[in-house]
């Protein structure tokens, strides 16, 4: 037990109440109070009518009345004779302030405030209510949603009593009413089967564990309204015995249809907040107590609960379960890493920092040299971090940077490097990688098409690699001559692990890039959806920006016919294409500036988009780079290692649906070499990635020894245009098309499947 933390606010609160002022006058009248004591089905509930707490009841919770009040849980908003203590959370290292509350509902009655001005979210802060209720074991805590009787849901607090003062808790304690819904090594979650609908009591032997729980849960939760930035939740947390529990009241109303009810004889002013839901009503009208029976209040419960469908939908989301993948992070000579919760391995628990290295073509950690190693952890929250990652390879915003990731660590040798693998739930992957490669501000529409197609990505590529795997036939993705080099660059360079977490598969940076509940609701909402194309899933792919008309699959990568990758104007038009395969066309269309749903320049848009780093480029959907010709013949050598001497020409030589270059020809006074396809000639012609191969080239000036002084690329989209238009789709979410509609319309002859 803290005694300090207990000590201190008990002394705080003799002290406040020992000023007379307000605190003290109600919790003076707290004895007083007239009740009603009520057995529902045997359930004991209490009503109290308590005149003090009126404006908790009627508190206006509107936006323009919180915007236009001072915050009475800011220091400017207090009076002269409230007090405060500090406490710093162990959890995240934030200061909270205990303060008497001045309305109580019980006595010692405490409300806790984050020390800086945050509105009412518990998103990021569960662990410290459960921190706090471990320091005070003799306290109950409690925590009342935006729209679940939070007088003040512009500020983050919680709040505190003597444990055992509400009939719910005090059940739950005794283990009585449970029905076991889910276990795992952080826990369990059951049904609390009194009074309310939608009700589950969280229990865990660790602090880690029961923040894992409550965020497992909170994810399988709808938003009732889209304005609202989390589930409609009552909270309820103590500690006992070692072990950390909570109730949770999942809700679908914020107040029942009686507090606003013409007929002041069926008017009750009761606005349920985590007391009733716990089994304690209050009112602050002697009209609402007298009105108030065991059977009213029961419905009034009951109506604004979570019915017995959505718990059920809950629940079946929160039992699901989802493969392993195993993502290649990156490689080194050396990498070093921490475990942030305990990891094992080989029989041995490891924690804090180590460092791997290869010797003798084998890992070398910790004194011993392994053909491989794994680290894993049973723990839900496991978490270990990656000092150093590159992210951005040979892209202009390329940086390195630590990342924290969840599930399970593997390294390997290859080509003489540690190569650091994570092995993660395939749905967990996800909600990174639509953080990472989107904005989690985008549309939800927009980010559930993503999903969708990241998913369907995901397991592709890992059917292909099966398939690779079993075939007797090498594969290879180059062929070379003198005059020629075709080489393409796809998810089948791996053969270690099933995708990597850069570019050049999908990004991923693990817990790294935040997300929000918007994302974790699309993982959710999308579980296990994919598209097929005759009853195979499709090997979905994306880019940023097409340009103005898809490209198909051959003219990126291997001679493979994708049917539901088909070139389209991205438009809903019904204009027809024009052969982008001949040169003409291509330089007519790329030097236009035609109707496409990417055609835009609406910030709010492209932000929905582009992480900060990618905001860097806005130019995307007609672009210029030019190049003297120094800087051209350098920049060749340098990302081809082949010295072409004097640049004299870059030649088209064969374009695909989209008017992106597949075959270009570079010229030069030493040498010439066709080379191919989009993303080698990107990759040559920049000292990074060209925006896309869907160029002209201009050339001005002639040098001494008849070279061309510059070189002027003027191109259109970013990436290689195949499948969907990150732009686009961006734009067509905004317009009000469903995110099956966006797909189809990029997915040719596509549909969307549950395949788990």
């Given at each position: 037990m803290d005694f300090s933390l207990k000590e201190s606010i008990e002394s705080m609160f003799s002290r406040e109440l020992a000023f007379h002022g307000r605190a003290f006058i109600n919790h003076q009248a707290l004895s007083g109070m007239k009740v009603k004591e009520f057995d529902i089905d045997g359930y004991p509930a209490r009503l109290l009518y308590n005149p003090a707490r009126e404006a908790s009841v009627m508190a206006d919770v509107s936006e323009e009345?919180?915007?236009?009040?001072?915050?009475?849980?800011?220091?400017?908003?207090?009076?002269?004779?409230?007090?405060?203590?500090?406490?710093?959370?162990?959890?995240?290292?934030?200061?909270?302030?205990?303060?008497?509350?001045?309305?109580?509902?019980?006595?010692?009655?405490?409300?806790?405030?984050?020390?800086?001005?945050?509105?009412?979210?518990?998103?990021?802060?569960?662990?410290?209510?459960?921190?706090?209720?471990?320091?005070?074991?003799?306290?109950?805590?409690?925590?009342?949603?935006?729209?679940?009787?939070?007088?003040?849901?512009?500020?983050?607090?919680?709040?505190?009593?003597?444990?055992?003062?509400?009939?719910?808790?005090v059940i739950a304690r005794r283990g009585e009413h449970l029905k076991p819904v889910y276990s795992c090594i952080s826990g369990s979650i059951s049904r609390f089967c009194v009074w309310s609908g939608g009700s589950y009591l969280l229990q865990s032997k660790s602090l880690s564990g029961i923040d894992t729980l409550f965020s497992r849960l909170m994810s399988c939760a709808e938003i009732v309204d889209s304005t609202e930035w989390e589930p409609r939740v009552n909270i309820i947390s103590w500690w006992e015995a070692g072990t950390y529990s909570t109730l949770i009241f999942f809700r679908r109303e914020s107040r029942p249809a009686c507090f606003s009810a013409e007929d002041p004889h069926e008017r009750i002013l009761i606005s349920p907040a985590s007391v009733e839901m716990g089994g304690v009503a209050i009112v602050s009208s002697r009209e609402s107590f007298n009105l108030l029976t065991a059977d009213k209040l029961t419905s009034i419960i009951e109506e604004v609960s979570l019915n017995k469908i959505s718990s059920q939908i809950m629940e079946q989301k929160l039992k699901r379960t989802q493969a392993e993948l195993a993502v290649g992070i990156f490689s080194e000579e050396k990498i070093e890493f921490s475990f942030i919760t305990p990891y094992g391995a080989g029989g041995k628990i490891y924690k804090g920092n180590y460092k791997a290295s290869v010797k003798d073509g084998k890992v070398l950690f910790d004194g011993t040299l392994h053909n491989s190693i794994t680290f894993s952890s049973n723990e839900e929250n496991a978490r270990f971090k990656l000092k150093d990652v590159t992210i951005?390879?040979?892209?202009?915003?390329?940086?390195?940077?630590?990342?924290?990731?969840?599930?399970?660590?593997?390294?390997?040798?290859?080509?003489?490097?540690?190569t650091a693998i994570n092995l993660i739930g395939i749905e967990d992957y996800l909600i990174s990688v639509i953080s990472s490669e989107m904005s989690a501000t985008s549309s939800k529409q927009l980010l559930k098409a993503h999903a969708v197609i990241s998913r369907s990505w995901t397991l592709a590529q890992i059917v292909k690699n099966k398939e690779i795997t079993a075939s007797s036939q090498e594969y290879s993705a180059?062929?070379?001559?003198?005059?020629?080099?075709?080489?393409?660059?796809?998810?089948?360079?791996?053969?270690?692990?099933?995708?990597?977490?850069?570019?050049?598969?999908?990004?991923?940076?693990?817990?790294?890039?935040?997300?929000?509940?918007?994302?974790?609701?699309?993982?959710?909402?999308?579980?296990?959806?994919?598209?097929?194309?005759?009853?195979?899933?499709?090997?979905?792919?994306?880019?940023?920006?097409?340009?103005?008309?898809?490209?198909?699959?051959?003219?990126?990568?291997?001679?493979?016919?994708?049917?539901?990758?088909?070139?389209?104007?991205?438009?809903?038009?019904?204009?027809?294409?024009?052969?982008?395969?001949?040169?003409?066309?291509?330089?007519?269309?790329?030097?236009?500036?035609?109707?496409?749903?990417?055609?835009?320049?609406?910030?709010?848009?492209?932000?929905?988009?582009?992480?900060?780093?990618?905001?860097?480029?806005?130019?995307?959907?007609?672009?210029?780079?030019?190049?003297?010709?120094?800087?051209?013949?350098?920049?060749?050598?340098?990302?081809?290692?082949?010295?072409?001497?004097?640049?004299?020409?870059?030649?088209?030589?064969?374009?695909?649906?989209?008017?992106?270059?597949?075959?270009?020809?570079?010229?030069?006074?030493?040498?010439?070499?066709?080379?191919?396809?989009?993303?080698?000639?990107?990759?040559?012609?920049?000292?990074?990635?060209?925006?896309?191969?869907?160029?002209?080239?201009?050339?001005?000036?002639?040098?001494?020894?008849?070279?061309?002084?510059?070189?002027?690329?003027?191109?259109?989209?970013?990436?290689?245009?195949?499948?969907?238009c990150q732009i686009g789709a961006a734009v067509m979410g905004d317009l009000g098309y469903d995110y099956r509609e966006i797909l189809l319309h990029y997915f040719n002859g596509s549909s969307v499947d549950k395949q788990y």
């Amino acid at each position: 037990m803290d005694f300090s933390l207990k000590e201190s606010i008990e002394s705080m609160f003799s002290r406040e109440l020992a000023f007379h002022g307000r605190a003290f006058i109600n919790h003076q009248a707290l004895s007083g109070m007239k009740v009603k004591e009520f057995d529902i089905d045997g359930y004991p509930a209490r009503l109290l009518y308590n005149p003090a707490r009126e404006a908790s009841v009627m508190a206006d919770v509107s936006e323009e009345t919180i915007r236009n009040r001072q915050c009475f849980l800011c220091e400017e908003g207090l009076s002269p004779e409230q007090l405060g203590t500090v406490w710093r959370s162990p959890a995240s290292q934030e200061d909270y302030i205990f303060r008497v509350n001045p309305f109580p509902i019980f006595n010692l009655h405490f409300t806790i405030s984050l020390s800086y001005h945050k509105r009412q979210q518990i998103e990021g802060h569960f662990a410290d209510m459960a921190a706090i209720a471990h320091a005070l074991p003799d306290y109950t805590l409690f925590y009342n949603g935006p729209m679940c009787g939070a007088s003040a849901p512009d500020h983050l607090h919680f709040q505190a009593v003597p444990a055992g003062n509400m009939p719910s808790e005090v059940i739950a304690r005794r283990g009585e009413h449970l029905k076991p819904v889910y276990s795992c090594i952080s826990g369990s979650i059951s049904r609390f089967c009194v009074w309310s609908g939608g009700s589950y009591l969280l229990q865990s032997k660790s602090l880690s564990g029961i923040d894992t729980l409550f965020s497992r849960l909170m994810s399988c939760a709808e938003i009732v309204d889209s304005t609202e930035w989390e589930p409609r939740v009552n909270i309820i947390s103590w500690w006992e015995a070692g072990t950390y529990s909570t109730l949770i009241f999942f809700r679908r109303e914020s107040r029942p249809a009686c507090f606003s009810a013409e007929d002041p004889h069926e008017r009750i002013l009761i606005s349920p907040a985590s007391v009733e839901m716990g089994g304690v009503a209050i009112v602050s009208s002697r009209e609402s107590f007298n009105l108030l029976t065991a059977d009213k209040l029961t419905s009034i419960i009951e109506e604004v609960s979570l019915n017995k469908i959505s718990s059920q939908i809950m629940e079946q989301k929160l039992k699901r379960t989802q493969a392993e993948l195993a993502v290649g992070i990156f490689s080194e000579e050396k990498i070093e890493f921490s475990f942030i919760t305990p990891y094992g391995a080989g029989g041995k628990i490891y924690k804090g920092n180590y460092k791997a290295s290869v010797k003798d073509g084998k890992v070398l950690f910790d004194g011993t040299l392994h053909n491989s190693i794994t680290f894993s952890s049973n723990e839900e929250n496991a978490r270990f971090k990656l000092k150093d990652v590159t992210i951005g390879v040979n892209f202009h915003w390329e940086r390195k940077e630590d990342q924290v990731f969840a599930g399970n660590l593997k390294l390997i040798v290859e080509k003489g490097r540690v190569t650091a693998i994570n092995l993660i739930g395939i749905e967990d992957y996800l909600i990174s990688v639509i953080s990472s490669e989107m904005s989690a501000t985008s549309s939800k529409q927009l980010l559930k098409a993503h999903a969708v197609i990241s998913r369907s990505w995901t397991l592709a590529q890992i059917v292909k690699n099966k398939e690779i795997t079993a075939s007797s036939q090498e594969y290879s993705a180059c062929t070379e001559t003198e005059e020629e080099l075709i080489k393409w660059y796809d998810r089948e360079d791996h053969t270690n692990f099933d995708v990597c977490a850069d570019d050049h598969c999908q990004r991923y940076q693990g817990l790294t890039r935040a997300s929000t509940q918007a994302v974790r609701e699309v993982i959710e909402e999308t579980w296990g959806e994919v598209l097929t194309y005759d009853g195979k899933i499709c090997d979905a792919r994306f880019s940023k920006c097409c340009g103005g008309v898809f490209e198909e699959f051959p003219y990126c990568w291997e001679d493979k016919d994708m049917p539901y990758l088909r070139k389209q104007l991205d438009n809903k038009s019904g204009v027809p294409i024009p052969d982008l395969t001949i040169e003409e066309n291509a330089r007519e269309w790329i030097y236009s500036s035609p109707e496409a749903f990417c055609n835009t320049t609406d910030r709010r848009i492209l932000s929905q988009v582009l992480n900060t780093y990618d905001q860097e480029t806005l130019n995307f959907f007609r672009w210029k780079e030019k190049y003297s010709q120094k800087e051209l013949s350098d920049l060749i050598k340098s990302r081809s290692g082949v010295d072409y001497g004097e640049i004299l020409d870059l030649i088209p030589i064969a374009r695909g649906t989209s008017g992106r270059l597949w075959k270009l020809k570079i010229v030069g006074s030493k040498r010439s070499r066709t080379i191919g396809k989009e993303l080698e000639i990107r990759r040559t012609l920049s000292p990074s990635h060209l925006y896309s191969s869907a160029f002209v080239v201009e050339k001005e000036g002639v040098t001494a020894s008849g070279a061309p002084v510059s070189f002027t690329l003027i191109g259109a989209g970013w990436g290689h245009g195949v499948g969907l238009c990150q732009i686009g789709a961006a734009v067509m979410g905004d317009l009000g098309y469903d995110y099956r509609e966006i797909l189809l319309h990029y997915f040719n002859g596509s549909s969307v499947d549950k395949q788990y």
